[in-house]
């Protein structure tokens, strides 16, 4: 039988204090999330220095919990994974100085994992035959990229954001029609209840081969057409503003997407990140999949979301590379994809 290889991780890089124990990469024995949203709700954004402290209120239970869920004892951990960037410096430093003092006093080895590759590792979790290369959508509150995931550890960015994440723009439009933060998972809802050809957000036009976005752009459009009807004092459909936001977003999302499998020449693309959880996003990337023949893969809600399952999938893969890390390991807040 294979050796299982418990590595329990600690994601805390936002607002979430999470931690899981992950076998293999592949099995989740546990999942403990502690979310601060209700704290950040009244200032209607995450506050990094109440981010940084609640971590530190939360870390011992959440690593507690995920153990006894896991039914297993710190003796029974084969490897420390931790989320060392990009996020929040102040909050990173919590779950990292965490995991260097648990590995270094249960003598395993320590393992730093980028949180945007822990996103796009969420997917193989879900699906246990998934294998590189593929094609990747990473779509969250921090970041939008487009990626040629070549083999573990491998990645080709092919296309961003130039300004705004696509959860950034969803946060900040929620924010403007009053709907409160996190904004993306309300847009989601009332969307359904409008209709999202109401008004036409102009979407940025880059060179016909790039595979880039601009959301600030699209954000800008809804604040004017706002500001317009407020001087005109005239009455607006919440839910038709969402729904058409959500079209322009989801609309450059799924189209630069298929664009990069075409290139690449794979049939297969992976989403990941916050936003992945959006109902529209998945709706229409399977639709398109399904016309162009590609397949579309999405792990469970809570697997799209900030979890620490994630960085325990990518932590195994990183560690059956040989890619370690000691004791000096510090916070990245502004580390790349593929950067080590
Ligand atoms: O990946 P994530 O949990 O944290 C980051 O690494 O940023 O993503 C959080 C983002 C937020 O912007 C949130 O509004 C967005 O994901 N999000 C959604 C949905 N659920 C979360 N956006 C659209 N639709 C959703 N259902
Ligand atoms: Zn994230």
Redesign the pocket.
């Known amino acids: 039988m294979e050796k299982q290889f418990k590595i329990l991780a600690i994601e805390s890089s936002?607002d979430e204090t999470a931690a899981a124990v992950v076998v293999n990469g592949r099995e989740v024995l546990s999942n403990i999330i502690s979310s601060q949203i209700d704290i950040h709700k009244k200032f209607g954004g995450v506050v990094p220095e109440v981010a940084s402290r609640k971590h530190i209120e939360a870390v011992s239970a959440v690593v507690q919990e995920a153990l006894d869920v896991a039914n297993i004892a710190f003796k029974d951990i084969d490897a420390v994974a931790v989320t060392y960037g990009p996020g929040l410096v102040g909050a990173l430093l919590v779950g990292l100085q965490y995991a260097k003092a648990l590995a270094y006093s249960l003598k395993v080895p320590l393992i730093g994992v980028n949180?945007i590759e822990g996103?796009i590792s969420a997917n193989f979790i879900q699906y246990k035959e998934l294998e590189p290369p593929f094609v990747t959508l990473v779509v969250?509150?921090?970041h939008t990229f487009i990626v040629h995931m070549k083999d573990y550890g491998s990645f080709e960015v092919m296309g961003q954001t130039r300004d705004d994440a696509a959860?950034?723009a969803?946060?900040k439009v929620a924010r403007a029609i009053g709907l409160g933060y996190?904004?993306?998972?309300k847009?989601?809802k009332l969307s359904k209840e409008g209709n999202e050809n109401a008004v036409k957000f102009p979407r940025a036009n880059f060179h016909e081969e790039s595979l880039d976005f601009s959301f600030s752009g699209i954000k800008s459009a809804v604040l004017n057409h706002l500001n317009k009807l407020e001087m005109k004092g005239e009455d607006y459909n919440k839910a038709d503003i969402a729904a058409s936001f959500q079209k322009s977003v989801v609309d450059v999302l799924v189209d630069n997407a298929i664009k990069a499998c075409k290139i690449k020449g794979v049939d297969k693309i992976a989403i990941a990140?916050?936003?992945a959880?959006?109902?529209y996003l998945r709706n229409a990337m399977m639709k398109r999949g399904d016309k162009e023949g590609i397949k579309v893969l999405f792990p469970e809600l809570v697997l799209c979301?900030?979890n620490a399952a994630m960085i325990g999938s990518a932590a195994y893969f990183e560690y059956l590379r040989g890619r370690i890390s000691d004791l000096t390991l510090n916070a990245a807040p502004n580390l790349k994809l593929g950067e080590r």
């Open positions: 936002c949180h996103h969250s509150g921090g959860g950034e969803y946060d996190p904004g993306g998972p847009i989601d990140g916050g936003v959880a959006n109902s979301t900030d």
